[in-house]
């Protein structure tokens, strides 16, 4: 069975090079700049700039971003039919690429590049025209349950274009920056009681403190230099959740002060199998959680100040981002497509004015 898409070979055999594979050289190049950069604490830096998708319409352009996680089951708890409907709402919207909150391949991560898993579980869903964009992925838990470097491999890049996960990031759009954080290192249950789980701690331990040390010195030299007219952080754990696994503790006491010192606007995370949007009642930060992209925890929530929770839905879909220079539009979808909830840092302004 081939796991080509014939969409990313358009262009290609006329001397061209389509989109999908100019994005995957600029891939191979940042990565491999990571790579050497890593040992300089710095984090990588890509652009996103080639899609047919972006506009300089009003001159500062606008943006279309939509935004899965915890989703790779191979299909099953409705991860099928929520890739569907991803195919049919970012056509409708013209994305301009994905953004996955993490927990890429249940229950384990993947077991090495040659995993057939990485087809069974996004290469062969994912199949939609609308969706033959740039992915950028975090690391969730359950990855971190697998080979580590699978992920974070080109082998993969080479298997299906579309493909990026690096622990930590930014991504620049010109008109947004997108800090991508690699959060799970921050629990420490994972280190102190991993229960009967194995996880991949290669290139972690032994100095786990360092590692984590290094990476917020870095976000927040990253952020503090920030010029975007929007800023928004992307984890795998929650910061703030009312869903099963709830606050996010170390990552409330260690990363959202220096989200709230930088005027962050978003901060979008997986990890609780829901849609939730929370208001900080202390910054303009929004706390958007977007987990729901196959087995959803029905009935699973906590009580919350109805101030602060905007909305919260314990089935399955995605959110898109739909970016402007004058405003940031979040909107939620079900598993059908039905618009579940919208907010816009429009409403934010006047309520606040």
Request: negative net charge.
């Amino acid at each position: 069975m081939s796991h080509h898409h014939p969409q990313q070979r358009v262009a290609s055999s006329r001397g061209g090079l389509s989109t999908i594979n100019k994005m995957r050289v600029a891939v191979v190049l940042s990565v491999v700049w990571f790579m050497a950069a890593a040992a300089v604490a710095e984090l990588p830096r890509l652009e996103h700039s080639g899609s047919k998708y972006f506009k300089a319409g009003n001159g500062d352009g606008s943006l279309a971003v939509l935004v899965v996680g915890d989703w790779g089951r191979k299909g099953a708890y409705n991860q099928t039919q929520v890739a569907t409907q991803m195919g049919v709402t970012a056509e409708a919207v013209k994305i301009d690429f994905v953004i996955s909150t993490g927990d890429n391949f249940y229950d384990d991560g993947l077991t090495g590049v040659h995993d057939p898993n990485f087809y069974h579980s996004f290469a062969d869903i994912y199949t939609a025209p609308s969706l033959q964009k740039q992915w950028y992925n975090v690391l969730g838990n359950h990855d971190y349950r697998g080979n580590v470097e699978a992920q974070l491999s080109t082998t993969l890049q080479e298997k299906d274009p579309r493909w990026l996960c690096i622990r930590s990031f930014i991504l620049d759009t010109k008109l947004a920056e997108f800090f991508f954080v690699d959060t799970t290192p921050f629990s420490d249950k994972y280190f102190t009681d991993p229960e009967d789980h194995v996880y991949d701690w290669s290139g972690l331990l032994p100095d786990r403190a360092t590692y984590l040390s290094n990476l917020l010195a870095d976000l927040d030299s990253a952020l503090r230099s920030s010029k975007a007219r929007w800023k928004i952080v992307v984890g795998h754990h929650t910061i703030k959740s009312a869903g099963h696994h709830g606050n996010t503790v170390e990552l409330e006491a260690q990363l959202l002060p220096i989200l709230e010192a930088h005027d962050v606007d978003l901060y979008v995370n997986g990890h609780d199998h829901c849609l939730e949007h929370i208001s900080s009642s202390r910054t303009k930060l929004q706390f958007l959680t977007s987990g729901a992209g196959s087995k959803a925890w029905k009935g699973d929530v906590s009580s919350w100040d109805p101030k602060e929770m905007k909305f919260y839905y314990d089935g399955q879909g995605f959110m898109t981002l739909q970016i402007s220079s004058d405003e940031v539009r979040v909107v939620y979808y079900g598993i059908d497509g039905e618009v579940l909830h919208q907010w816009s840092t429009s409403e934010m302004s006047v309520s606040r004015m």
